[in-house]
């Protein structure tokens, strides 16, 4: 059996290592245009800040060539394929000709930078999971000290919070509507932009801006009403699918964007899956399109499509309710399903509770948190959650992941037995989930 691999990234890998498991004798081959494999973004900022001391450190597992020697898994690096002849069962790379019985797109996406008057591409930086964008911004960080970030998600963030790390003296974030709008209602968003101003990062929102200037070296980014001159750019702005290669094979695209893909990750060739950040995904909540780009999307289903390649189909992809975690300075900021805001544009009726939990536990260490927990009026279900504390917030993020996506009655989930000691983080889930259940009745 022969199996191409299109993409080395974290969905390309796990894919590639569940065709090793399940065929020892498949032939497998991976492709990468890149000269070196990558890691995810989100880990990038954490050698810009000196968290991580070399880049080196982030190299392990699937991040390394011997991960495909030892699995007798051909990878090529430095090689794009151009071409996927899907009436021939061929992809073309560097020229060359490679059979496959199944093939998987792991393509990945590229960060997109606003059309903005002015761009040069000098002094301008984003970050993919190609490792290249993380020497050069490092490169740009350790050279300067004032820099402008473009963009409110998470990577956005981070990477203010590494320049501050690092010491610059002037950091501004500049967002056009929210921060974390993807993440967050507008309740939590404040005291996100609470935090980033304690800790000296200038928020300019919302913010119009008109053009880019360079001049000596500099970077200057005018505003409807000001003008900030800095060292250099940062684009926080997203990332779109990598789909032109699918698109110039006949395969479907869909809404998003991304490469339609069905239950079992097949796109509109049944022999070529689609996977990670390429593909079209959809929410377990109401089952409409979107684009779900993260790592943790990226490993389960490079592992559905893995052994769905050679095992015929036996697991079907449910959908993503979209968890979601991060660390924003000293913060952790959790999310997960609808923000209560998007739940609303996609015709729910819903209830909502935002509590602040009381500072019982400071003696013990313990540190206070904020929640906002939305539910479905009609079916009494959970449809989002949002966290921030300085507390680890991913136990509670991934319980409620659970209960969202069995769609469990409020008043089944609020009844879950939770361990507590004194120690450790309580569940302190049930007061906001009793909160939702008040507003029911």
Known sequence: ??????????????????????????????????????????????????EVGTWEELYRGYRITPFYEKRNIACHLDTEVTDILTDEKKIVAHGKNYDYDKAILALGATPTIPPLPG???????????????????????????????????????EVAAALKAKGYSKVYLLVRREIMRAQLDEEMTEKLKEVLTEK??????????????????????????????IDFIFFGTGAKPNAQLAQKAGLEIGETGGIVVNQYLQTSEPDIYAVGDCMENWDMI??????????????????????????????????????????IVDYQVGSV????????????????????????????????????????????????????????????????????????PLINLVQIDSCYSPHVQEDQIAVPIQRLIDKLT
């Not at 409409?288 to 079907?316: C, E, F, M, P, W």
């Not at 909502?352 to 003696?363: D, K």
Request: proline share 3%; glycine share 10%.
């Open 1 to 50: 059996m022969k199996i191409c691999i299109i993409g080395a990234g974290d969905a390309g890998a796990i894919a590639a290592l569940q065709v090793r498991r399940l065929n020892s004798e498949a032939q497998i081959d991976v492709f990468s245009k890149r000269g070196e494999l990558g890691c995810n973004p989100c880990e990038i900022p954490l050698v810009l800040s000196g």
């Open 200 to 229: 000296g990062i200038e928020v300019i929102q919302p913010a119009q801006i008109e053009r880019i200037d360079s001049k000596n070296g500099k970077k200057r980014v005018v505003l409807a009403d000001q003008e900030i001159e």
């Open 286 to 327: 109401t089952g409409s399109k979107r684009r779900h780009q993260l790592a943790t999307n990226a490993i389960r289903t490079g592992y559905i499509a893995g052994r769905n390649a050679v095992a015929d189909n036996k697991i079907s992809y449910a959908g993503t309710v979209m968890s979601f975690a991060s660390k």
């Open 337 to 408: 399903g609808f923000t209560e805001r998007e739940a609303c544009d996609k015709g729910l009726e819903t209830i909502s509770a935002v509590v602040n939990t009381p500072h019982l536990r400071l003696p013990r260490g313990g540190k206070p948190a904020w929640y906002k927990l939305i539910a479905e009026r009609k079916t009494q279900t959970l449809v989002g959650a949002q966290l921030i504390s300085e507390e680890i917030v991913s136990g509670t993020i991934d319980k409620l992941a659970v209960a969202l996506a069995n769609k469990m």
């Open 119 to 157: 761009l040069d591409k000098r002094n301008e930086f984003a970050l993919s999971t190609d490792i290249a964008d993380g020497r050069s911004l490092q490169e740009a960080i350790e050279k300067n000290r004032s820099a402008a970030i473009i963009g409110g998600g998470s990577i956005a963030l």
